[in-house]
């Protein structure tokens, strides 16, 4: 089964995906391949990342 989707929905998913081509590491393999003290280094630069492009709020 293949999902329709809104174009106002598949047009999002286009910016989202543009926006991680542009904003993750080339050859990116996901924050499980990295070491604890890395994995948290990304995880807050990456957050800071988010917020700024709107994609995450202060909680």
Do not use: C
């Not at 047009?11 to 542009?22: G, I, K, N, P």
């Not at 890395?38 to 700024?52: I, P, Q, S």
């Amino acid at each position: 089964m293949q999902p329709k989707y809104p174009a106002e929905a598949e047009s999002y998913r286009d910016t989202v995906r543009a926006f991680l081509a542009e904003k993750l590491p080339q050859n990116w393999k996901g924050i499980g391949q990295l070491d604890h003290a890395a994995a948290e280094t990304f995880t807050k630069d990456w957050r800071k990342v988010l917020y700024e492009a709107g994609y995450l709020a202060t909680g």
